[in-house]
C-alpha cells in the first residue's frame, strides 16, 4: 500500500465527518440519558385505582418503569377519631441491600394489587377520612418521594363510589 486515500475523500474531511459523526453520538447519547433519568411526578410515577371486592378495598397500583415503592412503607391512615382498622394484604416483595439504610429492603415494580380488609365494620362515610399511604423512590437516579396518601374514597369506575358501595353493603 502507498499511503493514498482510495476513497475520493482527503483527510481533513474524513476528520470533518469523523467528528460530526461523534458530535450526534454524543447528543444522541445525552438525550437518551435525559429520558431515562426525568424524576415523574409522584401521581405519575405511581398510577392507583381502587375498587371494591366484597368487604375489601383493592388498590390496584401501576408502578413506572424504573421506579419501585417499598413494602415496608405501606400503612393506612385515618384523619378523624372513628378507630377503623384495616389488615393489608399485598404480594410477595422483592429484595434488596439498600445502601443508604444498610439493610435490606422488599419493593415493588410493575403492577400490583393491595387488598385492604376492614377488621370491623365500616361506616359508609368513614372512607372519607382514609388513606393508603406509600412511599417510593426513582430507582435508576436514586431519588425517592416523600410518603403520599392514595385517597381510598373514589371508584376507578367514576359510576358508583367506594361510600355508596359500602353504604349499600351496610344499608347505611
Do not use: H, W
Not at 49 to 60: L, R
Not at 93 to 104: G, H, I, P, R, V
Amino acid at each position: 500500500m502507498d499511503g493514498r486515500d482510495t476513497s475520493g475523500l482527503d483527510m481533513k474531511t474524513r476528520r470533518l465527518l469523523i467528528q460530526i459523526a461523534f458530535m450526534a453520538l454524543t447528543v444522541c447519547n445525552a438525550q437518551a440519558d435525559t429520558k431515562a433519568t426525568a424524576v415523574l411526578p409522584v401521581d405519575a410515577a405511581f398510577r392507583s385505582e381502587v375498587s371494591k371486592s366484597g368487604e375489601d378495598i383493592i388498590v390496584k397500583i401501576s408502578i413506572s418503569d424504573g421506579y419501585q415503592l417499598y413494602s415496608e412503607r405501606f400503612r393506612v391512615i385515618e384523619t378523624s377519631e372513628a378507630g377503623s382498622t384495616f389488615t393489608i394484604s399485598m404480594p410477595q416483595a422483592k429484595k434488596k441491600f439498600d445502601k443508604a439504610l444498610q439493610k435490606e429492603v422488599g419493593y415493588f415494580t410493575g403492577d400490583i394489587s393491595i387488598k385492604l380488609s376492614p377488621t370491623t365494620p365500616a361506616k359508609a362515610d368513614i372512607l372519607q377520612n382514609v388513606f393508603l399511604e406509600a412511599q417510593g423512590c426513582q430507582a435508576v437516579v436514586g431519588v425517592c418521594f416523600p410518603p403520599f396518601k392514595i385517597a381510598l374514597n373514589k371508584s376507578s369506575s367514576g359510576s358508583t363510589s367506594i361510600l355508596e358501595m359500602i353504604a349499600e353493603k351496610f344499608k347505611f
